[in-house]
């Protein structure tokens, strides 16, 4: 089993940024893939970015390319989403998601590919 852990939400200005965390602890040692996904009021979840266990590959939705970046530390078990010039529209919360993959380069982007998920942390963008 792993654990993942968000952290790093919060309420900021349109045009401010922010930088989540994502902690992995428990089961680690094997190869997986990470990725964002978000949840809005009224709306259904949705993936944001998405890394590989390498590092070497990302994926983003449109919505977020040019002003999100996704990264990972292996040796910290930890994910990181910086998020740059924040509108209304990012206001959600935030879950990171892990699944075992067997080839590190493997990128995931849909949410039902994921086997582990955080409990979310908010991000609210105020006008």
């Known amino acids: 089993q792993v654990q993942l852990v968000e952290s790093g939400g919060g309420l900021v200005q349109a045009g401010g940024s922010l930088r989540l965390s994502c902690a992995a602890s428990?089961?680690?040692?094997?190869?997986?893939?990470m990725g964002w996904f978000r949840r809005a009021p009224g709306k259904e979840r949705e993936f944001v970015a998405a890394?590989?266990?390498?590092?070497?590959?990302?994926y983003y939705s449109d919505s977020v390319k040019g002003r999100f970046t996704i990264s990972r530390d292996n040796g910290k078990n930890t994910m990181y989403l910086q998020m740059n010039r924040l509108n209304p529209d990012d206001t959600a919360v935030y879950y990171c998601?892990?699944?075992?993959?067997?080839?590190?380069?493997?990128?995931?982007?849909?949410?039902?590919?994921?086997?582990?998920w955080g409990q979310g942390t908010q991000v609210t963008v105020s006008s």
């Open positions: 890394i590989s266990w390498s590092a070497t590959n990302t």
């Open positions: 428990g089961r680690t040692s094997g190869t997986y893939a």
């Open positions: 998601a892990a699944v075992s993959v067997s080839v590190p380069i493997v990128v995931a982007t849909m949410s039902g590919q994921y086997d582990y």
